[in-house]
């Protein structure tokens, strides 16, 4: 069974902190990451992909990869309470555009 | 685009009941996803389509669970017979395909079976 592990949380952060947001994987033949966001009561959205080694940036978000490490994460900088949702991680598999997702971390983010 | 359009929103119904549950993707997306999103399991992928195709079925949990894609704009995922344990909010996702990879995901469907 490959895996997406991520820490449930809660993570609580203050208003304007960097959030960060962990991700392991088990599958070595996964070649792209997601990131989406999940308000309570409402469907994911994507954030961000990433398919290489490093960083990558989108305003606010940059996501990392550690493909050695089966390592991946989302840094959120000036955080905002609007950013408060629970976080998906996922991972491609080797079925075409299937994804593998991990449970999600829930961010609180404190006036 | 008005994005993709799952349909009833919400659904309870006793066990032994069938359940249908029904997406229409967003226009011109060639691949189709039909996932279950409980707080024990997280969001698990049952079935994939491409093309009206399915390609991926593996996640589909038992013969209760049927899915079906007659044609690119409709697809069904059906529950026959229901229990309580298929409690959950499913979700329907569709992708461009073409080197796009990003899913978008319809409204959901809070489904309770009594």
């Known amino acids: 069974q490959k895996e997406v592990e991520q820490n449930s949380g809660p993570l609580s952060v203050p208003e304007g902190a960097i959030a960060s947001l962990n991700c392991t994987y088990s599958?070595?033949?996964?070649?792209?990451f997601f990131w989406y966001r999940q308000y309570s009561g409402k469907s994911p959205e994507l954030i961000m992909f990433?398919?290489?080694?490093g960083d990558k940036e989108d305003g606010r978000f940059t996501a990392q990869l550690n493909k050695a490490s089966q390592y991946v994460s989302l840094l959120i900088r000036d955080s905002q309470p609007s950013d408060s949702a629970t976080y998906l991680c996922?991972?491609?598999?080797?079925?075409?555009?299937?994804?593998?997702f991990g449970k999600g971390t829930s961010l609180l983010v404190t006036p | 685009d008005a994005g993709v359009i799952q349909s009833p929103r919400h659904e309870v119904t006793e066990m032994g009941q069938e359940v249908t549950l029904r997406c229409k993707p967003i226009?011109?997306?060639?691949?189709l996803f039909w996932y279950r999103q409980t707080m024990m399991r997280g969001l698990e992928l049952l079935i994939y389509?491409?093309?009206?195709?399915?390609?991926?079925d593996s996640g589909m949990p038992e013969d209760r669970f049927s899915a079906k894609m007659p044609n690119a704009s409709f697809s069904t995922l059906k529950i026959q017979p229901s229990e309580p344990r298929d409690s959950a909010v499913y979700f329907c996702?569709?992708?461009?395909?073409?080197?796009?990879?990003?899913?978008?995901f319809g409204p959901g469907t809070r489904l309770t079976v009594l």
């Open positions: 996922a991972a491609g598999t080797n079925s075409g555009y299937a994804l593998n």
């Open positions: 996702a569709t992708l461009a395909g073409g080197g796009t990879d990003t899913q978008y």
């Open positions: 599958d070595r033949g996964s070649q792209s």
């Open positions: 389509f491409n093309n009206n195709v399915p390609i991926d």
């Open positions: 226009s011109g997306h060639n691949s």
């Open positions: 990433i398919y290489s080694n």
